[in-house]
């Protein structure tokens, strides 16, 4: 059964060209995934409190077909759609006036804290019958990375305190707009779609260093820590402000 939450997006989730930004985007989204739980029966903190467990994100990709700007009253909806062993699916819609505006589909997986295990999805302290998946066929299925010696190292970004949660790593929704930092003429681009794929944990005071290449629509970057372990891979899909208008 869909889950849904209305909110109407802050001025301060926007950006310069008054477009909410890609993590704040995505930040309802997740917001309305935890709301789900508790509507199911238990939230975040509880799961990690008492049961000693943590969802983390392997994977997201979003579609975003129009903009969204502040003041708007919009609908997000989410419904997990399907599980396999230790991963399990989640899907989103955000509509405005009915209309659907951004889709996104996302796998996660549930660890034991204590020692890092995973957990299968048929053991979380709570069932939901899934429902129909979302296919996004304008982003790639799954992604095709080069090298980081076939990319051009662009910059350094430090962890700092504004990036990390309870876990003392960055937290996933930090990773889109730290990215667009790193994109050439960013102010005169819209993020129309993104795929984001998480590897490794970022901790509190790490470097990452920043890789990017372009690519048909848009640019392929990748985050590593100092020894060379990826932590996130990523496209971001572009469109040309100039050109919408």
């Known amino acids: 059964m869909k889950f849904a939450k209305h ?14 930004r890609p993590s704040a985007l995505v930040t309802y989204l997740q917001e309305t995934a935890n709301e789900h ?14 049961h000693g467990l943590a969802f983390i994100l392997g994977s997201i ?3 975003i077909y129009k903009p969204l700007f502040s003041g708007e009253e919009i609908e997000v909806q989410t419904w997990t759609c399907g599980k396999r062993g230790y991963r399990h699916n989640r899907c989103f819609r955000i509509l405005r006036a009915g209309e ?30 899934p429902e129909e998946p979302i296919t996004l066929p304008s982003l790639p299925p799954r992604l095709r990375m080069p090298s980081m010696a076939e990319m051009e190292q662009v910059g350094e970004r430090r962890i700092v305190y504004s990036d990390i949660d309870y876990n ?11 990215l667009c930092d790193f994109v050439p003429d960013i102010r005169e681009k819209r993020v129309s779609g993104m795929v984001l794929s998480y590897r490794h944990e970022a901790a509190f005071g790490h470097t990452l260093r ?22 996130t891979e990523a496209f971001l899909q572009l469109s040309d402000i100039s050109l919408e208008n």
């Open 7 to 20: 909110y109407i997006t802050k001025w301060h989730d926007t950006d310069a060209n008054r477009q909410v």
């Open 37 to 50: 739980l508790i509507h199911l029966g238990i939230s975040l903190d509880a799961l990690r409190d008492s």
């Open 61 to 63: 990709s979003v579609c």
């Open 100 to 129: 659907t505006v951004v889709e996104a589909t996302s796998q996660w997986a549930l660890i034991n804290l204590a020692d890092g295990s995973l957990v299968k999805i048929e053991d979380m302290p709570y069932h939901v019958e």
């Open 168 to 178: 003392g790593h960055m937290n996933n929704t930090r990773y889109p707009d730290m």
């Open 210 to 231: 920043v890789f990017s290449t372009p690519t048909d629509g848009g640019y392929l970057l990748c985050t590593a820590q100092e020894d060379g372990t990826v932590c």
